[in-house]
């Protein structure tokens, strides 16, 4: 049971650094908003660190960076 739950916490993290990495292929990301989308990312693995009761947020809050990646990588709204 902990790896289904391992599985669904590790996904928005990959999915971070492939969208980060698309998007530099790409060409919609340079070096400012990798750095922004980066420091972004880190903060929230620091707040989970320092404020442990904040951990389990992490994952939706890396869920939404991934969201606006995708917003501003593909320049388009995501069809649900």
């Known amino acids: 049971m902990l790896g289904f ?3 669904r916490a590790l996904l928005p993290q990959i999915l971070f650094f492939i969208l980060l990495g698309a998007g530099w292929y790409l060409g919609r ?3 400012r908003r990798i750095q922004a989308f980066l420091a972004a ?5 620091l ?8 951990a389990p947020l992490l994952t939706g809050y890396v869920a939404m960076l991934d969201v606006v990646l995708i917003l501003v990588i593909f320049r388009a709204d995501i069809r649900i």
Request: glycine share 16%; no cysteine; charged share 0%.
């Open 47 to 54: 707040a989970a660190v320092v404020f442990p009761l904040t």
């Open 41 to 45: 990312w880190l903060l929230g693995v």
């Open 5 to 7: 739950f391992l599985g």
């Open 29 to 31: 990301l340079w070096g």
